[in-house]
């Protein structure tokens, strides 16, 4: 699964883009967002407060309890600040 | 028609391509949003306005974006059947206090139809593309935070169920 990262949420992973393999478990966006938590301090720091990180599944927004299903790219970011 | 696009553009000769002088057309709404020069919300007492920014920097998430604005301007077209053309062009990268970060134009045979697209459609972009914008002052950067405003202007939007 390929993981991309914008703004805040990149600065603090400290990369824009990896590839991941959850394992089964990791279910949902929240659980992947939990999960990816634990990767490092800076993973940490960025999924400190999961409900300022909004989510798209393949290109579309995502809430926290959808499902990743079959999703190849997920997205994290904050919530947006364009116009 | 949607462009995201680094490159300035320049808004008069955009509305001016934009326009449709056949006679088809009666009416065409605009929205120019350029960088400001100082941070700060809406209504906020001058004098507590923060430090000036030297270059604001809009980061997106390309392919969604594209998406995104797509998406809006089809929800423009089935809300409006009256619209003629919908146009916006959105920037990123780097640019200057004063510079043109967004254009949105709406045309329609009588102004009510390209008025509201035109609202919708910014209040909608604010809320939906995918864009970040990072200010940089003389104390350094700062991500721009989400305004509670912002989603109020977009949620007028925002139909009945029943509708």
Redesign the interface.
């Known amino acids: 699964m390929r993981v ?1 990262y ?3 949420v990149r600065d603090r992973v400290g990369t824009g883009e990896e590839t991941v393999e959850p394992p089964q478990d990791v279910a949902t966006v929240a659980d992947l967002m939990a999960w990816l938590a634990g990767r490092g301090p800076g993973h940490a720091a960025a999924f400190a407060d999961p409900g300022r990180v909004r989510c ?1 599944l393949d ?3 995502a809430t926290a309890d959808a499902p990743l299903g079959t999703a190849r790219e997920v ?1 994290f ?7 | 028609m949607i462009r995201v696009q680094a490159e300035p553009f320049d808004p008069g000769a955009e509305i001016a391509a934009f326009t449709d002088t056949s006679g088809r057309v009666g009416a065409v709404a605009t929205f120019l ?1 350029l960088v400001r020069d100082h941070q700060g919300a809406p209504g906020e007492d001058p004098a507590r306005v923060q430090a000036r920014i030297q270059t604001m920097t ?4 390309p ?2 974006t594209e ?2 604005l797509r998406t809006l301007e089809d929800e423009a077209r089935a809300r409006w059947p009256a619209l003629a053309d919908v146009l916006v062009i ?1 920037r990123h990268g780097r640019m200057a206090p004063g510079e043109p ?2 254009l949105v134009c709406a045309a329609s045979a009588h102004r009510a139809a390209a008025l509201d697209a035109c609202a919708f459609l ?1 209040d909608w ?10 200010e940089d002052t003389a104390e350094g950067g700062r ?4 305004r509670d405003s ?1 989603d109020a202007a977009a949620a007028r939007w925002t139909r009945p169920e029943s509708d």
């Open positions: 991309l914008f703004a805040w798209a290109q579309d927004y997205a970011f904050p919530p947006v600040t364009g116009g | 949003g809009l980061e997106h998430y392919g969604m998406r995104q959105h970060i967004v910014i972009l604010k809320t939906r593309a995918p864009f970040w914008k990072r991500w721009v935070e989400a912002d």
